[in-house]
Antibody
Framework: EVQLVQSGAEVKKPGESLKISCKTS????????IGWVRQMPGKGLEYMGI????????KYNPSFQGQVTISVDKSISTVYLQWRSLKASDTAIYYC????????WGQGTLVTVSS | EIVMTQSPATLSVSPGERATLSCRAS??????LAWHQQKPGQAPRLLIY???TRATGVPARFSGSGSGTEFTLTISSLQSEDFAIYYC????????FGQGTKLEI
C-alpha cells in the first residue's frame, strides 16, 4: 500500500527556520516524483515544487522559487520542504503528493507562523 | 501560467440528484487533467486522472470527460459522502489547480 506520512504540526515565529518531512512507503521511492502543495487558510491549492528522488532533479513554481527548498533523503525514502526564514504569510497546510497528478496525498502538515 | 477556472463556485443539489461540475483551461492541456475531492479537515483525494480515468477505489458514479480546454466531472447520483469541494488540476504545463467548486446540500 502506497503511503505518504508527513511530520506533525509546527508553531514558529517569524524569521525562524523550519524543515518538514514526507516519509513514503509501499513503492520504489526513486521512481516517482514527489511534490509539495500549499493550502492557505480557507483557500485553494497551489503546487509549490516537485522533486525526482532518483536524481534529485527539482522544479519550482516561480512564485516559490528562492523562498523554499525541496530535498530528499533516499536512504529513508523521505522528501523535505524547508524554509530559512519564515513569514506570517507562510501559515498554511502543506501537503506532499506523488507525481504531478497528485495520485496519492500525505495527510498534511499545519504550519503556523505567529509572533 | 495556465489558469484553470471552475464553475459554478457553489452547487446546491440534493442526494440522489446528478451533479455536473465544469473546468476550463486558459490554453489546451490535452487530457492532462485531474479531479480531486476534499472534505473538511481532510487531505484532497484523487478521483480522476487523464481527464476520464477513475483512480483506484473511486465509485463508478464519478465520471470525467473533455479534452483540450473544456472538462466536466459528473456525479451520477449524489450520496451524502459526496458533499465536498472539488478541484480540477492540469499537469500539462507545470501544475495548476482551479479555485474549487463546493458541492452542498
Amino acid at each position: 500500500e502506497v503511503q505518504l506520512v508527513q511530520s506533525g504540526a509546527e508553531v514558529k515565529k517569524p524569521g525562524e527556520s523550519l524543515k518538514i518531512s514526507c516519509k513514503t512507503s509501499g513503492y520504489n521511492f526513486i521512481d516517482y516524483w514527489i511534490g509539495w502543495v500549499r493550502q492557505m487558510p480557507g483557500k485553494g491549492l497551489e503546487y509549490m515544487g516537485i522533486i525526482f528522488p532518483g536524481d534529485s532533479t527539482t522544479k519550482y513554481n516561480p512564485s516559490f522559487q528562492g523562498q523554499v527548498t525541496i530535498s530528499v533523503d533516499k536512504s529513508i525514502s523521505t522528501v523535505y520542504l524547508q524554509w530559512r526564514s519564515l513569514k506570517a504569510s507562510d501559515t498554511a497546510i502543506y501537503y506532499c503528493a506523488r507525481r504531478a497528478s497528485a495520485e496519492y496525498w500525505g495527510q498534511g502538515t499545519l504550519v503556523t507562523v505567529s509572533s | 501560467e495556465i489558469v484553470m477556472t471552475q464553475s459554478p463556485a457553489t452547487l446546491s443539489v440534493s442526494p440522489g440528484e446528478r451533479a455536473t461540475l465544469s473546468c476550463r483551461a486558459s490554453q489546451s492541456v490535452s487530457n492532462n487533467l485531474a479531479w480531486h475531492q476534499q472534505k473538511p479537515g481532510q487531505a484532497p483525494r484523487l478521483l480522476i486522472y487523464g481527464a476520464s480515468t477513475r483512480a483506484t477505489g473511486v465509485p463508478a458514479r464519478f465520471s470525467g470527460s473533455g479534452s483540450g480546454t473544456e472538462f466536466t466531472l459528473t456525479i451520477s447520483s449524489l450520496q451524502s459522502e459526496d458533499f465536498a469541494i472539488y478541484y480540477c488540476q492540469q499537469y500539462n504545463d507545470w501544475y495548476t489547480f482551479g479555485q474549487g467548486t463546493k458541492l452542498e446540500i
